[in-house]
């Protein structure tokens, strides 16, 4: 989040407001493309490396590893070449630096799902730091000589691979090229993954397509503001990623042990944690709207804040109940069923998209992903009552002892640290 955020104050307080809204195109197809690697590899590998012993525990690290660097390959050349063909005179610069971020991002994101599966929290945040100081070192040469653009991609590039390293120490990748692997096991992830890359290229797509839609209809200026509102509503979903990133591997415990009533309090105890938190940060996000963007951005950019107000209730009340809905139903083996759901909520989403952009304008672009999120929440409601008897009345319910719970453990970390000093 803080490099997401630090890159679009960056490029705001640097860059012309059409770079602005080129830059944010960029990094929407980043994203995209990502997200429809990730689909494969992320929750296939969480899944596959659940209790699995060493060898076979390698085995897996090593099928998954160069699926991804596969994967990444093919599309990064997708990217250059269309770089390379100059069809948006705009973006083709950007383009074809993109392998340069691109691929040392993928090999980080592939260690980072390895040491989520083990639960290593210390690790990634170790490697997280490592990131940052590269970053931090880097933004303030681009900064000081007045760098392009496209040389933010090459200083993202190297902050990534400074955070593969690190994470690579740990994980030991002399077993992870010693280790033997089997066609069937590429078969099998990649059958497991393949309901992931439709979901996470249709929802993706989905959240996503807005961007498009203001860069082909409207202007970059407005699709920068747009990107703007974006990174800020990402803010709001820091404790859901945290969270998120536990309750997967943890839900997957429990389904293989067929505690099916413990998976129902993980989900509603998880999302009235996440309820919790989100309450006091949308207050705050929503009365300091303007005055953020001012800040950060510039008053250039203030017709940004209306669609932030949007987008943060729009997350804050439905994200925590999708995300881990999405965790519940791969952990019990439905796949099918969590692509059923991004499919049929993303082709609503671009439908009313497209509608509302041309129609409505900017604030179309906002207001589509709302409605859509109203269906989607109604709709996997029911499908958790059905399938584990999970009920959204009871995580509301339960947001006061989410308050009363995150109290008492910080008044007995403060006690134990009391304890400590004498």
């Given at each position: 989040m803080?490099?997401g955020m630090?890159t679009?104050?960056?490029?705001?307080?640097?860059y012309s407001?059409?770079?602005?809204g080129?830059?944010t195109?960029?990094?929407?197809?980043?994203?995209?493309?990502?997200?429809?690697?990730?689909?494969?590899?992320?929750?296939?590998l969480i899944?596959?490396l659940?209790?699995q012993?060493?060898?076979?525990?390698?085995?897996?690290?090593?099928?998954?590893?160069f699926?991804?660097?596969?994967?990444?390959?093919?599309?990064s050349s997708l990217?250059?070449?269309?770089g390379?063909l100059?069809?948006f005179?705009?973006?083709?610069?950007?383009?074809l630096?993109?392998?340069?971020?691109?691929?040392p991002?993928?090999i980080?994101?592939w260690q980072l799902?390895?040491?989520?599966?083990?639960?290593?929290?210390e690790?990634?945040?170790k490697?997280?730091?490592?990131?940052?100081?590269?970053?931090?070192?880097?933004?303030?040469?681009?900064l000081f000589w007045k760098?392009?653009?496209t040389d933010m991609?090459?200083?993202?590039?190297?902050?990534?691979?400074?955070?593969?390293?690190?994470?690579?120490?740990?994980?030991?990748?002399?077993?992870i090229?010693i280790?033997?692997?089997t066609p069937?096991?590429?078969?099998d992830m990649l059958?497991?993954?393949k309901?992931?890359?439709?979901?996470?290229?249709?929802?993706t797509?989905?959240t996503?397509i807005n961007v498009?839609l203001?860069a082909?209809?409207?202007?970059?200026?407005?699709?920068?503001?747009l990107g703007?509102?974006?990174?800020?509503?990402?803010?709001i979903?820091?404790?859901?990623?945290?969270i998120q990133?536990l309750?997967?591997?943890k839900a997957?415990?429990?389904?293989s042990?067929?505690?099916?009533?413990e998976?129902?309090v993980l989900?509603?105890?998880?999302?009235a944690?996440?309820?919790?938190?989100?309450?006091p940060?949308?207050v705050?996000m929503?009365i300091?709207?303007?005055?953020?963007?001012?800040?950060f951005n510039g008053?250039?950019?203030l017709?940004?804040a209306?669609?932030?107000v949007?987008m943060?209730i729009t997350?804050?009340l439905?994200?925590?109940?999708?995300?881990?809905?999405g965790s519940v139903i791969?952990?019990?083996?439905k796949p099918?069923?969590?692509m059923?759901?991004?499919v049929?909520?993303?082709?609503?989403?671009?439908?009313l998209?497209?509608s509302?952009?041309?129609?409505v304008?900017l604030?179309g672009a906002v207001?589509?992903?709302?409605?859509?999120?109203t269906?989607?929440?109604i709709w996997?409601s029911?499908?958790?009552?059905?399938?584990l008897?999970i009920?959204?009345e009871?995580c509301?319910?339960?947001?006061?002892?989410?308050?009363?719970?995150l109290?008492?453990?910080?008044?007995?970390?403060?006690?134990?640290?009391?304890?400590?000093?004498?």
């Amino acid at each position: 989040m803080i490099i997401g955020m630090g890159t679009i104050i960056l490029v705001t307080r640097v860059y012309s407001p059409v770079e602005v809204g080129a830059w944010t195109v960029f990094t929407t197809v980043f994203f995209l493309v990502t997200k429809l690697r990730e689909g494969v590899i992320q929750t296939a590998l969480i899944k596959f490396l659940s209790g699995q012993e060493k060898d076979k525990y390698y085995s897996v690290l090593k099928a998954s590893f160069f699926t991804n660097i596969t994967i990444e390959t093919v599309l990064s050349s997708l990217v250059f070449l269309i770089g390379y063909l100059d069809y948006f005179k705009e973006l083709s610069l950007l383009f074809l630096f993109y392998p340069l971020y691109s691929m040392p991002w993928a090999i980080y994101r592939w260690q980072l799902f390895v040491h989520q599966s083990k639960l290593r929290v210390e690790v990634i945040f170790k490697i997280n730091v490592a990131i940052l100081v590269v970053l931090l070192v880097g933004f303030s040469m681009l900064l000081f000589w007045k760098w392009q653009i496209t040389d933010m991609i090459v200083i993202l590039g190297f902050g990534a691979m400074s955070g593969s390293i690190v994470g690579l120490k740990v994980i030991n990748p002399k077993l992870i090229l010693i280790a033997k692997t089997t066609p069937e096991l590429y078969k099998d992830m990649l059958s497991y993954g393949k309901f992931g890359m439709l979901r996470e290229l249709t929802g993706t797509l989905s959240t996503r397509i807005n961007v498009f839609l203001t860069a082909g209809f409207l202007t970059l200026s407005q699709t920068g503001l747009l990107g703007i509102a974006q990174r800020f509503t990402q803010l709001i979903l820091i404790p859901n990623a945290a969270i998120q990133t536990l309750v997967f591997p943890k839900a997957c415990e429990l389904s293989s042990r067929d505690r099916k009533d413990e998976l129902k309090v993980l989900y509603e105890s998880s999302v009235a944690m996440l309820l919790a938190m989100f309450l006091p940060l949308v207050v705050l996000m929503v009365i300091s709207a303007h005055s953020l963007i001012l800040m950060f951005n510039g008053k250039d950019y203030l017709d940004a804040a209306p669609l932030l107000v949007i987008m943060i209730i729009t997350v804050a009340l439905y994200s925590p109940f999708g995300n881990a809905f999405g965790s519940v139903i791969n952990a019990i083996g439905k796949p099918e069923m969590n692509m059923k759901v991004v499919v049929v909520n993303s082709i609503i989403n671009i439908c009313l998209s497209f509608s509302l952009v041309l129609t409505v304008g900017l604030y179309g672009a906002v207001l589509a992903p709302f409605i859509t999120e109203t269906f989607g929440f109604i709709w996997i409601s029911k499908i958790l009552k059905r399938e584990l008897g999970i009920s959204f009345e009871r995580c509301f319910r339960q947001i006061p002892n989410s308050y009363a719970t995150l109290f008492s453990a910080i008044k007995k970390k403060l006690r134990q640290q009391g304890v400590e000093s004498i």
